[in-house]
């Protein structure tokens, strides 16, 4: 059964450092998603990443993919308070699985 | 983008009713929808696979009697909670594949609580 595991599972930074979540995945997988969740809300999606050596960013966020390692790292630089959220990677096409999810918290 | 829309977005019921929910894929057709299940400040846990015109595929542990999954068009699918129990009082996501480009979009959510 795939297994997602991702960590840290609470992350407290201060404003303008940078961080790195990581997401690591038990199965060989051809995509792997990047999610994020604002407190009562659904997800909202930030990336898909679709083959080994993938790089995507969009704004203070970027996300990789190692499908040898079976790792994908989210990578946040300059953080700002706007981007406190949880943030999900998930694996899968159909049966798609989330890792537990990583609460950011952003402090000035 | 594309959007899918569930609804209602949050329902409070007495124990012992049922409750219904919509997905419905506005702008697209979709043969695949899944249904997620997301307790408070934890992960989502995907519960069926809900496929059009034919039974739906559940996930070990999930009582299918109690979640019952309807998907009559490529357009809705729906989540009948029967015989709710607070327990049952979660954060249930939707989401759905587009049939022609593959892509998977979420709904907004339904926030369901049992009294």
């Known amino acids: 059964e795939l297994k997602v595991e991702q960590n840290p599972l609470f992350l407290s930074m201060q404003e303008g450092k940078n961080y790195t979540i990581y997401c690591n995945y038990s199965t060989t997988s051809d995509r792997l998603y990047w999610y994020r969740q604002d407190p009562g809300k659904s997800l909202e999606s930030l990336f898909v990443l679709l083959s080994n050596g993938a790089v995507k960013q969009e704004g203070r966020l970027m996300a990789s993919l190692d499908t040898k390692a079976r790792l994908s790292t989210l990578h946040i630089t300059a953080a700002v308070h706007d981007l406190s959220a949880t943030y999900f990677c998930?694996?899968?096409?159909?049966?798609?699985?989330f890792g537990a999810g990583t609460r950011l918290t952003v402090k000035p | 983008g594309a959007v899918v829309s569930q609804h209602p977005s949050w329902v409070i019921c007495k124990s012992g009713t049922s409750v219904k929910i919509e997905c419905r894929s506005l702008d697209f057709q979709a043969t695949t929808m899944f249904w997620y299940r997301q307790f408070p400040k934890q992960s989502l846990m995907l519960m069926a696979t809900s496929n059009e015109g034919s039974k739906a595929t559940y996930e070990q542990g999930v009582e299918k009697d109690k979640f019952l999954i309807n998907h009559a068009s490529l357009t809705l699918s729906t989540l009948t909670v029967t015989s709710a129990h607070p327990e049952d009082s979660s954060f249930y996501i939707c989401?759905?594949?587009?049939?022609?480009?593959?892509?998977?979009?979420f709904g907004e959510g339904s926030r369901l609580t049992v009294l």
């Open positions: 989401s759905a594949r587009d049939s022609e480009a593959g892509e998977l979009f």
């Open positions: 998930a694996v899968g096409l159909d049966d798609m699985r």
